[in-house]
């Protein structure tokens, strides 16, 4: 069946330009969730969907970043403002649940350009 | 809040040879979760192999194994008889089931492993 997908997969944009990146999770996955890796880390959590609800944003770096999952399914990381530093490549992965043995399902990425 | 650290940027193998990625974490949980990740250059992070803290017998996944020290807070990948396909960046991460999934993984910087043919 089809993986998780996330669009754009490259996305330049200006500092100070808004970005929405988007997720398309294995579908009946109820758990989704945004990571950030910059150059040479590791992916870093970002938030985590339960269904419709943000059961956890506390790795969202601030308020210009916000994100959404309207319907249990579709996902969009929104970045308002972009600096130089959001440059990164933005992560999104999907569980059956959101049980911590679960294996998450990762998308291949958008690389977010912020010149 | 965990830690995971992987102290070998890159690691350079010929092919059908056994090599060994270490990782050590941090934690003051005594039920977790461990994985290994590995993610080529198309960036798409698969899962390679998963490790119950609880469980004494080490994960062994095909040509994949680790060797789990609990009391020593390590989880080391083992991959014999490498194979060209398996030159990627390879992540070690966390899980606390303390919350269920809501923490997220906790990632290692990741060691590149090169496989010479």
């Known amino acids: 069946g089809a993986g998780v997908s996330q669009t754009p997969s490259n996305k330049v944009t200006e500092k100070g330009k808004y970005v929405e990146l988007r997720c398309d999770p294995i579908s009946g996955h109820t758990a989704l969730y945004w990571y950030r890796q910059s150059l040479g880390q590791g992916p870093e959590f970002l938030i985590y969907f339960q269904g419709t609800g943000a059961a956890d944003d506390s790795g969202l770096p601030n308020d210009r970043f916000f994100a959404v999952r309207p319907e249990g399914s579709v996902s969009t990381l929104k970045i308002q403002r972009t600096e130089r530093g959001d440059s990164a490549v933005y992560l999104c992965?999907?569980?059956?649940?959101?049980?911590?043995?679960?294996?998450?399902?990762f998308g291949p990425g958008t690389r977010l350009t912020v010149l | 809040a965990q830690t995971v650290t992987q102290s070998q940027p890159e690691m350079s193998v010929q092919e059908a040879e056994t090599v060994t990625l270490s990782c050590t974490y941090d934690t003051s949980e005594n039920n977790y979760y461990l994985f290994w990740y590995k993610q080529p250059p198309s960036r798409q992070m698969i899962l390679v192999i998963r490790?119950?803290?609880?469980?004494?017998q080490n994960a062994t996944e095909n040509r994949f194994s680790v060797n789990f020290q609990k009391a020593a807070k390590s989880f080391s990948l083992k991959i014999s008889d490498s194979q060209l396909g398996d030159t990627a960046m390879y992540f070690c991460a966390f899980m606390n089931p303390r919350r269920g999934g809501a923490d997220g993984l906790t990632f290692g910087k990741g060691t590149h492993l090169i496989i010479q043919p």
């Open positions: 992965a999907s569980s059956p649940t959101g049980a911590s043995y679960n294996e998450q399902f």
């Open positions: 490790q119950e803290a609880y469980k004494q």
